[in-house]
């Protein structure tokens, strides 16, 4: 039985609750810090091989844990939209024109700090999406995984993984205090696609609008669930082919396959 | 998906037991008022992994089933839907991210390896792209809601 086999993960997840929960919300000037914040962080102490806490078995079981446990949180979002259904379709217009905010954002911000870093056909696998689990497969269908383009989605993807919740969630919160956006439209903005990183975002988000925290969580839960379904294919069809087109008009290099 | 039935199960129970104890540390919550709203969830989450898994359906993500289930039951006027609802309130958003994010946290050690071949040209990049998302979208949301006259 795993409990017993992998109790270390699971107790030191309890643990980790524990001390996050306790620790709770916490408000620097305009950056805001969340339970799931403290949890990651001092769950990747912990997981550091040098201190051999952990083996890689252990490390592997809670990788694998991770996505089903996710689920329950899809759960939570999702009992969110339906109460707020009206509101939502309403909007629907936001809802779907926000997404090429999402899609297109990526390749709008990232490619010239990639150029502007001298990055090379990384660039392309790197910028076309947020670059988490599907969108690596594409890069890796399409160019293969030690290509140019796949080291360059790889490279975000462990970058994203180590770093996107925390930043996210950082950035969400700044920008929100800074009062420039209504806080529907921040929102929808936190349905980035990723669980987690959409989770730091609405908290962070939630945290500077307490009042209105069950609409942001309806507004966020939508947008983010219209990005994981529709990402993949707009990824695939739309934004890998742009962002190829883009990189080789800026740069004059044409792909060599 | 290679889970097996009882393995998932564990997953989801494990979870919803430490969604249960996040919501009373730090949102309040109590197991009398809290417990059915947490495993609720974990049964949601199964039923919409079993329907994913379903010939035909299963040509989409276990994701979009799972949140389609979810929000499906929540709709006002679905049998059972108010009950759900009620039930689950309680649980704080937050608490359901903060078990999960932990589990992320004891995998990121197999990651280290790999974060220290890369350039460190990634980072600045990796944080241009996600703030990108996050901000072009919101940009698109803020003038689209300002059209259809939501505010």
């Not at chain 1, 996107?164 to 929808?188: D, E, R, T």
């Not at chain 2, 969830?41 to 799972?66: D, Q, T």
């Not at chain 2, 839907?81 to 039930?87: E, H, K, Q, S, T």
Request: a positive charge; glycine letters at 10%.
């Amino acid at each position: 039985m795993d409990l017993v086999k992998n109790w270390k993960i699971h107790l030191f997840a309890l643990l980790l609750v524990i001390v996050a929960e306790r620790i709770g919300i916490q408000k620097f000037g305009l950056v805001v810090f969340l339970p799931l914040f403290y949890a990651l962080a001092l769950g990747g102490v912990i997981s550091v091989p040098k201190f051999k806490i952990l083996s890689v078995a252990n490390m592997e079981r809670a990788g694998q844990f991770m996505p089903i446990a996710m689920l329950v949180l899809m759960v939570k979002i999702g009992l969110g939209i339906g109460p707020n259904l009206h509101m939502l379709l309403n909007s629907g217009l936001a809802l779907i024109m926000q997404e090429f905010g999402h899609f297109f954002g990526t390749l709008l911000f990232g490619l010239p700090v990639a150029l502007l870093l001298k990055m090379k056909r990384e660039a392309i696998g790197a910028c076309y999406s947020i670059d988490r689990e599907p969108n690596v497969a594409i890069i890796a269908e399409k160019f293969g995984i030690f290509s140019p383009e796949g080291r360059g989605v790889m490279g975000m993807y462990i970058c994203g993984t180590l770093f996107g919740a925390l930043w996210i969630s950082v950035l969400a919160g700044i920008i929100a205090k800074l009062g420039i956006f209504h806080p529907y439209a921040l929102a929808m903005g936190a349905g980035i696609g990723s669980a987690s990183m959409m989770a730091a975002a609405t908290g962070s988000i939630v945290a500077s609008f307490p009042a209105e925290a069950e609409k942001i969580q309806a507004y966020a839960g939508a947008a983010n669930l219209m990005t994981s379904v529709i990402g993949v294919y707009f990824a695939l069809f739309i934004s890998l082919p742009v962002t190829i087109k883009v990189y080789e008009f800026i740069t004059g290099n044409k792909s060599v396959k | 998906m290679k889970d097996t039935w009882p393995d998932i199960i564990f997953i989801l129970i494990t979870t919803a037991v430490l969604v249960l104890v996040s919501n009373i540390v730090g949102y309040g919550g109590s197991v009398q008022r809290d417990l059915v709203g947490a495993l609720l969830l974990a049964v949601i989450a199964a039923a919409g992994i079993f329907l994913a898994k379903l010939p035909v359906l299963n040509k989409l993500p276990i994701v979009f089933w799972v949140s389609a289930l979810a929000v499906v039951l929540s709709i006002p006027g679905v049998p059972g839907a108010d009950w759900i609802v009620a039930r689950t309130k309680d649980i704080n958003f937050l608490a359901t991210t903060t078990p999960i994010l932990a589990y992320a946290g004891l995998a990121l050690g197999k990651e280290i390896e790999g974060f220290k071949k890369l350039s460190w040209r990634i980072v600045p990049i990796c944080l241009a792209v996600s703030a990108g998302s996050f901000i072009c979208a919101t940009l698109m949301a803020e003038i689209m809601l300002h059209l259809e006259g939501i505010f």
